[in-house]
T-cell receptor, first 119, second 115 residues
Framework: NAGVTQTPKFQVLKTGQSMTLQCAQD?????MYWYRQDPGMGLRLIYY???????DKGEVPNGYNVSRLNKREFSLRLESAAPSQTSVYFC??????????????????FGPGTRLLVL | AQSVTQLGSHVSVSEGALVLLRCNYS??????LFWYVQYPNQGLQLLLK??????LVKGINGFEAEFKKSETSFHLTKPSAHMSDAAEYFC?????????????FGKGTRLSVIA
């Protein structure tokens, strides 16, 4: 099993350009997440999908959109990139789905990250 | 809403010394608590988690943490630091009675190990 994979690993954009970050998991997990990591800020949740067909905003959703394409894939789109979106982006997944009481104790499995630089 | 505070953004210890990384949480309901580790240029991986069973939780690589409800703490310890423990460590909290509340992470503590 590859676990959680992310593409690309590194990307440079100019302000105003758009791009999509791809994430896929092969663990048959129901929930998937997108985080951004900035120095001194820890990880902040952008969007999550508690199960296939649902998405919800996290702490910092502005400037981003997501698509849960199927159970395996969860993409993050920047429509008009800004320098403030320079960050490392992590995708994660966990087994339990929406409304399951055990979901809160589930381990999240992380991808290797995408480093994004917006000039 | 739940929150996590990690005291000390950077901790430095000598090889062989005790490692103590502090985490305090705030939660209106019984929490689930996690410690994740991030090695340079990698994603996060789970070290250990508390899910309302034993209050002393043992994890990978010799780490352990103790849930203390009266102190709202979940500090991470290791008796003897190794050079390979140098990494960033994140404490996280999830509200135990909700199926829908995402995990909330602390800001992280960078551990340096000096030879």
């Amino acid at each position: 099993n590859a676990g959680v994979t992310q593409t690309p690993k590194f990307q440079v954009l100019k302000t105003g350009q758009s791009m999509t970050l791809q994430c896929a998991q092969d663990m048959n997990h129901n929930s998937m997440y997108w985080y951004r990591q900035d120095p001194g800020m820890g990880l902040r949740l952008i969007y999550y999908s508690a199960s296939e067909g649902t998405t919800d905003k996290g702490e910092v959703p502005n400037g981003y959109n997501v698509s849960r394409l199927n159970k395996r894939e969860f993409s993050l789109r920047l429509e008009s990139a800004a320098p403030s979106q320079t960050s490392v982006y992590f995708c994660a997944s966990s087994r339990q789905g929406l409304g399951t009481s055990g979901r809160a104790r589930e381990t999240q499995y992380f991808g290797p990250g995408t480093r994004l630089l917006v000039l | 809403a739940q929150s996590v505070t990690q005291l000390g953004s950077h901790v430095s210890v000598s090889e062989g010394a005790l490692v103590l990384l502090r985490c305090n949480y705030s939660s209106s309901v019984p929490p689930y608590l996690f410690w994740y580790v991030q090695y340079p240029n990698q994603g996060l991986q789970l070290l250990l988690k508390y899910t309302s069973a034993a209050t002393l939780v043992k994890g990978i690589n010799g780490f352990e943490a103790e849930f203390k409800k009266s102190e709202t703490s979940f500090h991470l310890t290791k008796p003897s630091a190794h050079m390979s423990d140098a990494a960033e460590y994140f404490c996280a909290v999830s509200e135990g009675n909700s199926g829908n509340t995402p995990l909330v992470f602390g800001k992280g503590t960078r551990l340096s190990v000096i030879a």
